[in-house]
């Protein structure tokens, strides 16, 4: 026995030992060779040619390699030298490690994935062209998996196993109505891909036999485990998502959200059914059961009755092989090997070869001693029995403990990767919600401060309001003085009136006496000039007369010899007549005398009245200058209270227009509301009065009298201002917060115009240069936001909608037809001109597309035909237009989905007609067929609101409606195979280039994909508010939550 143990000592070890190397660069290069070695051994352990699923044990090991070089470089690496493109089997079973490693590998197997996108779609492509086998099974897995990369690439809060908390899965669409509305879009799309692999995979199965315990059904149902995985996390999110925006949304607009997730449910409940039923998933997984009827997203308490779905996997039985691990010989590379049959059947060799000196060799020796040796050889061969018995046993039980220890390392170092990846998701959530402690202690301190300032604005409320009531008896004094000065002013106007009376009597009184002395003054001296006149003719007679008695003197002295009687005669007569002449000449003196007396009487009584006159004018003129005095003091008081009973008009108006503004900012007035067709009346009364305001200080500045009036338009002024921003702040209250910030700045802005202008109509030289032309501009402004807010309907009169709805219907019908007029001239003018490949992609586009118009237009006679039907049930006696007017905003809806139809079939052929020419996008008409398939269920469910669930032609519009999606999904996948085919004859030719303009190349892309990328990020967010502005506008438009006229 010694010698036996002896010799079985000698044997060498078959245990291979690891020799440890160090030596700083060398050692790091031979742990990285051994990685690598290690992982190229598991990689084509678990993917390679034989129709087995994968083992878990190699598909762990991949898992750890990603976590240890935080990536999956080396797996790329080792996978890129498979011939996946030549074998199915090996691409299917290459598939699925890849899906083990994006779900459960490191975070950073995405990222280096997405470089290999490119390759995995094209093998995707070449696989789909079999229709049968592993080939159309691995096209569709290959298609799964780069949804899945792309998913977790534009949502990065996702992980690769989709486990996520109601609060990061609300971080995720980071509290945006648009990004979950996306999100759910892109779920939908995930979920689909899974559940196509689920049908392929089972209509590739003769679910007849019981497949699921072969080796090759084995292979194909392994995929599976990952799928269900996925499957029911995406199904509960879903679900959550749905519920979340069916809170934030109309129930109209997602209505394709429903009717996918029905459609979806269904398929998933029976799969998850058929899967739960066969052996294979009943050893490995736990399948969890969908409820009976989907969720109801229109009752939002089915949220609580709602219970996710949960998989539970085995921790012994993970996968097949484990059961028959003590069969296998290729566990492990470093297992104890069993020792070869050579050693056995080499026993001499171990105990020597020669036979003649061998006391074995028990054919040598002679029969007396023949029994104690066979004893003796039985005894021993019972003893070697027994060791190789012990020793296998042994080998067996190092060998089972070895693959329990590799396989507790290998959960180990994957729970330290959880861990780890725990610990760094706790640090976050713990600075998180540090950070979130930090903003509660400042929201806190703000809180307090704001009940502090809400304390003193209390206070400050409570002096303003004693102000106010001290203001307001100041204003009733003022009001008093004012009308106290109105009866002084007309006091004095009415003295005044009897001052200009009187003044007029005097200025009579004195052109009557200078009429009167003018009038003496000519007959005196028409008198004095006649008297003149018979003087001066008496003395011409006189002269006369005494020439004429000397020429009869001369004459009687020369006939004195003649005749003396003929002389005495004459003497006589002569001295008759000279007595005569001198009688007459002393009457004409006495005349001339009394005349003379009557004249200097005349005179005296003249001078005597013309100093009486005099007199009397000056001291008239007296009077009149102490009354012009006296009239100038009292209008000059009268001045002085016009100008104080206009001041204290400005003054009241200022008050008002900045208690007006005070309300803006007082926390009361928060609960204020108004409308926007109010404001718009009190803005025209305001405007109104304005220009009345304008007009009176005209009137004013040519006139001063004329101060009621403007006294008058100046407070109802101010009133009106001062209600125009109280009910403008009101109105802010009701609407989105980009307008309610506007019309804020529009409201303060006028209130401010007002306040400049009342400033400069307080003082005398400022009131000339008053300018009313910015507070106008201020309140068109406010009129201008208040007409863009109010509902559309309101602008029409009640006959219009019955017409606008014939016409919109009819512009629909028109631009339909001529939409498929234009796609037929495309497709001749195509036929024409294109060959090959772009004439078959232009055919098969147009061809897609007419029949979307067919569809769309099948689907608007079918609505007019429910329409009728609608309005004849439902207007009773009244008519048709009555119907529409009563019924205004479900024809308003009939307006907007019909413009949207019409002009989305106008749009989608422009971007056609763009496409067949080579100048436009294939995503352009993708985008175009998205959106008329929106309008037009916008339209169908415009048109079924009021209809009658039994009506024929509402059947006939589902039917329709349900041939539009179909026509909308023939045009995106008819653009999608043409851009795909367009695509395939751009092969990309580097053979000719140099490494240097390789590396250059490679560059300039990454720089671009870096550009895409911003550029896309950037597209998204502007996406997200064009939407946000597009239900702002639909729920102005609509009229959602429209208040009351008037505040509070």
């Known amino acids: 026995m010694d010698r036996v143990k002896s010799s079985m000592q000698q044997v060498p070890n078959a245990i291979p030992k690891v020799i440890r190397r160090t030596g700083g660069a060398n050692s790091l290069e031979l742990e990285k060779e051994n990685f690598e070695r290690g992982q190229a051994v598991s990689i084509n352990k678990a993917i390679n040619t034989q129709e087995v699923a994968v083992k878990e044990k190699h598909a762990r090991t991949c898992i750890l390699g990603t976590h240890h070089e935080k990536g999956a470089h080396t797996f790329w690496a080792a996978v890129n030298r498979l011939p996946l493109s030549s074998n199915a089997v090996l691409c299917w079973k290459f598939c699925h490690v890849f899906h083990k490693l994006l779900r459960d590998g490191h975070p950073n197997v995405i990222k280096d994935s997405m470089r290999n996108k490119a390759d995995l779609t094209d093998m995707s492509r070449m696989w789909g062209h079999l229709s049968e086998g592993y080939g159309k099974l691995c096209s569709i897995y290959l298609k799964l998996l780069i949804t899945k990369m792309e998913f977790h690439i534009k949502n990065p809060r996702f992980p690769g196993n989709l486990q996520m908390s109601n609060r990061q899965l609300d971080e995720a669409g980071e509290n945006d109505v648009n990004n979950f509305f996306q999100l759910t879009v892109e779920m939908f799309d995930y979920l689909e891909c899974e559940l196509n692999l689920f049908l392929g995979v089972f209509s590739s199965l003769d679910m007849s036999r019981s497949v699921s315990v072969t080796a090759a059904g084995q292979c194909r149902l392994a995929p599976l485990i990952q799928v269900i995985l996925d499957s029911s ?426 208690d007006s503004l005070a309300q803006i900012d007082d926390p009361v007035h928060i609960s204020c509301t108004s409308s926007a067709d109010y404001l718009a009346t009190r803005c025209q009364a305001s405007l109104g009065c304005i220009d009345r305001l304008h007009s009176a200080r005209e009137a004013f500045l040519a006139d001063n009298t004329g101060v009621s009036e403007l006294v008058r338009v100046v407070t109802q002024c101010g009133h009106l201002v001062g209600d125009t921003i109280v009910q403008g702040s009101a109105t802010s209250h009701m609407v989105p917060v980009e307008q309610a910030d506007a019309l804020s700045e529009s409201v303060k802005a006028c209130g401010a115009e007002a306040l400049t202008m009342l400033g400069q109509m307080k003082q005398q030289d400022s009131l000339t240069a008053a300018d009313n032309g910015k507070l106008k501009a201020a309140l068109e402004a406010i009129l201008a936001t208040a007409e863009k807010l109010r509902p559309r309907g309101l602008e029409l009169q009640q006959g219009e909608l019955g017409d606008l709805v014939e016409q919109e219907m009819a512009a629909t019908s028109a631009a339909v037809e001529s939409a498929a007029t234009r796609i037929e001239e495309m497709l001749n003018k195509s036929r024409a001109v294109d060959t090959g490949i772009k004439m078959e992609v232009n055919e098969r586009i147009l061809a897609s597309c007419t029949e979307l118009m067919r569809a769309i237009k099948e689907l608007v006679l079918s609505s007019k035909n429910l329409q009728r039907d609608i309005v004849e049930s439902g207007r009773g006696a009244a008519s048709m237009k009555e119907f529409y007017a009563k019924n205004s905003r479900w024809t308003e809806g009939l307006i907007s989905a019909s413009k949207a139809v019409g002009w989305g079939a106008t749009v989608m052929v422009d971007a056609a007609d763009l496409v067949v020419q080579g100048k436009g996008k294939f995503e352009e008409l993708m985008v175009c067929s998205h959106e008329i398939a929106a309008s037009t269920a916008q339209l169908v469910a415009a048109s079924k609101v009021k209809a009658d669930k039994d009506s024929g032609n509402l059947h006939r519009l589902q039917q329709a409606s349900r041939g539009v999606t179909q026509a909308t999904a023939a045009v995106v996948a008819s653009t999608k195979s043409g851009k795909s085919q367009i695509e395939e004859t751009d092969t990309m030719d580097f053979s000719s280039m140099t490494l240097t303009q390789i590396k250059r190349q490679e560059m300039d892309a990454q720089v671009l994909v870096l550009e895409l990328e911003t550029r896309l990020q950037k597209e998204r967010e502007r996406l997200g508010e064009l939407r946000k502005k597009h239900y702002e506008l639909a729920g102005v438009a609509e009229g959602w939550g429209e208040p009351e006229e008037g505040t509070g």
């Open 233 to 658: 996390h995406l199904y509960d999110y879903t679900v959550k998502l749905l519920f979340k925006l069916h809170s934030c949304l109309p129930a109209d607009t997602l209505q394709g959200h429903r009717d996918r997730f029905q459609e979806q449910f269904k398929k998933l409940k029976s799969l998850f059914y058929r899967s739960s039923n066969l052996q294979y998933f009943k050893r490995l997984i736990q399948i969890p059961q969908l409820p009976e009827n989907p969720p109801n997203f229109l009752r939002a308490s089915a949220l609580s009755e709602h219970i996710s779905p949960v998989v539970v996997i085995p921790a012994e039985s993970s996968s097949p092989e484990l059961e028959h691990v003590v069969e296998t010989d290729d566990l492990v590379d470093t297992d104890v090997p069993v020792l070869p049959p050579a050693l056995e059947t080499k026993f001499d060799d171990l105990f020597g070869t020669s036979a003649a000196i061998d006391p074995f060799n028990f054919n040598s020796q002679n029969g007396m001693r023949k029994d104690d040796k066979d004893r003796l050889i039985e005894q021993l061969t019972r003893e070697i029995q027994a060791l190789k018995d012990e020793l296998d046993s042994f080998r067996l039980e190092s060998g089972r403990l070895c693959q329990a220890l590799r396989g507790r390392v290998n959960e180990l170092e994957a729970e330290l990767a959880e861990q780890s990846h725990l610990r760094l998701q706790a640090a976050g959530e713990s600075e998180f919600l540090k950070a979130e402690l930090d903003d509660l202690r400042r929201v806190r301190e703000d809180t307090e401060k704001e009940q502090r300032s809400l304390t003193e604005i209390e206070k400050k409320a409570q002096a303003n309001e004693q102000r106010y009531t001290k203001l307001k008896e100041k204003y009733s004094e003022l009001v008093q003085s004012h009308a106290d000065l109105l009866r002084k002013n007309a006091e004095v106007t009415r003295q005044m009136t009897v001052a200009r009376a009187a003044q007029d009597e005097v200025d009579a009184v004195r052109r009557e006496m200078q009429e009167k002395m003018k009038a003496a003054q000519e007959v005196a001296d028409r008198q004095e000039r006649e008297q003149l006149e018979q003087l001066q003719e008496l003395q011409r007679e006189l002269v006369s007369s005494r020439t004429e008695l000397d020429s009869l003197k001369t004459t009687m002295a020369l006939s004195q010899q003649a005749s003396s009687e003929v002389l005495g005669t004459q003497l006589v007569t002569l001295e008759s007549e000279k007595a005569e002449l001198v009688q007459s000449l002393s009457k004409v003196e006495a005349e001339l005398a009394v005349r003379g007396e009557e004249l200097e009487r005349v005179q005296s009584s003249l001078a005597t009245e013309r100093e009486s006159g005099v007199k009397t004018a000056e001291a008239l003129q007296n009077q009149l200058n102490e009354k012009e005095s006296r009239e100038q003091s009292l209008e000059s008081q009268l001045v002085t209270a016009r100008w104080s009973s206009l001041q204290g008009a400005v003054e009241e108006a200022e008050k008002i227009i900045r």
